[in-house]
């Protein structure tokens, strides 16, 4: 495939979480072009399992669709250089207030590449160690615990559609059946 080159970058917006940019574009066909991105520092996230096998989720209000959803703990990295695996240790513990010692890769994510550079690299534990909750000022989550099954059978019913846990949950599964050879 021949070459999209960026002609140039002009920041539109600003905002505390997210930079909007008009990109100025040169694509295959010679055509120039302006595409609406949202650069993004990136986030992780984390698939906790506790002692009994159940996945520990997070329901929670999410402004852009004016709903509650049920999610992995996950949240923004502090800066574009801080490591994703401390990120998701450091959203461990103040979503659900648990830490590890364990925590292990589980798949990286693309929430929407057509417009978003965010990137959400997705862990897993299977060890907590309780810790204390340490939610933001201005953050509200219900903590619910479900089997792996159960969480399957949510995201076939559309009752689970946040993409960084189905993604989460559907790479865990593989990984849990590999484990039963």
Not at 27 to 35: F, S, T
Not at 121 to 144: C, G, M, R, W
Request: one cysteine or more; a negative charge; glycine letters at 6%.
């Amino acid at each position: 495939m021949e070459k999209f080159k960026i002609m140039g970058k002009n920041l539109e917006h600003h905002g505390h979480i997210v930079d909007f940019y008009s990109y100025d574009m040169k694509i295959p066909n010679g055509n120039e072009v302006q595409w609406d991105i949202i650069e993004h520092k990136g986030a992780a996230a984390i698939l906790p399992v506790d002692e009994e096998g159940k996945i520990i989720m997070v329901r929670q209000y999410r402004g852009a669709i004016d709903d509650l959803l049920l999610e992995i703990p996950a949240g923004g990295r502090d800066s574009a250089d801080e490591d994703f695996k401390i990120c998701a240790a450091r959203e461990l513990e103040e979503e659900i207030g648990y830490r590890s010692d364990e925590i292990c890769h589980l798949v990286d994510y693309h929430s929407a590449a057509a417009y978003t550079s965010e990137k959400i690299a997705i862990y897993y534990t299977e060890k907590l160690i309780p810790s204390h909750q340490n939610l933001d000022e201005n953050e509200f989550v219900q903590i619910e615990r479900y089997t792996l099954d159960e969480l399957v059978q949510m995201i076939a019913d559309g009752e689970i559609t946040d993409g960084k846990s189905v993604a989460a949950i559907m790479a865990y599964k593989v990984l849990v059946a590999d484990r039963k050879g």
